[in-house]
């Protein structure tokens, strides 16, 4: 609440104007004890709630501290590795894809070898009908 200071009350608060003379500015409160209806009500200090600058951590606080830190350093050190082991997951699949379609490739080639071209072809379509089939 804004204290009122010198020669300038609030009207609200000055006694014998508009006939309310002792009003409080909290209604719930009523008049205060001495009757002096200008003081403002005040609350009680809270020193606990009040930050407090350069303020040396206790031994609690520094463990929760130090703890806080090492767990932000194992997620990102976990975060490094999992991201590392994808990488690598992914070019172990790239090549395994790489080597399968090698292997089709050359069997095909050995088949058309020895058979007719568009038999070959109607062979790789069914193939290749029979395993999106199967990936279902």
């Known amino acids: 609440m804004v204290e009122n ?3 300038n009350p609030s009207p609200s608060n000055v006694p014998g104007q508009n006939g309310q003379i002792g009003q ?6 009523g008049t205060n004890v001495s009757g002096r209806s200008w ?3 005040k609350d ?3 020193p606990a709630s009040r930050a407090i600058k350069n303020k040396k951590l206790t031994s609690w606080e ?3 501290q130090k703890r806080l830190e090492d767990q932000q350093f194992k997620q990102k050190l976990k975060e490094l590795k999992d991201e590392k082991e994808e990488k690598r997951q992914n070019r172990i699949q790239a090549l395994r894809l790489r080597r399968e379609n090698k292997e089709e490739k050359e069997r095909y080639e050995r088949l058309a070898a020895k058979m007719h071209a568009k ?6 379509r ?9 990936e279902r």
């Open 39 to 41: 003081k403002v009500a």
């Open 44 to 46: 009680q200090l809270r």
């Open 62 to 64: 520094l463990k929760l």
């Open 126 to 134: 069914r193939e290749k009908r029979n395993k999106a089939l199967k």
């Open 24 to 29: 409080n500015l909290d209604p719930g409160k």
């Open 5 to 7: 200071k010198g020669s």
């Open 119 to 124: 038999k070959v072809d109607r062979l790789r």
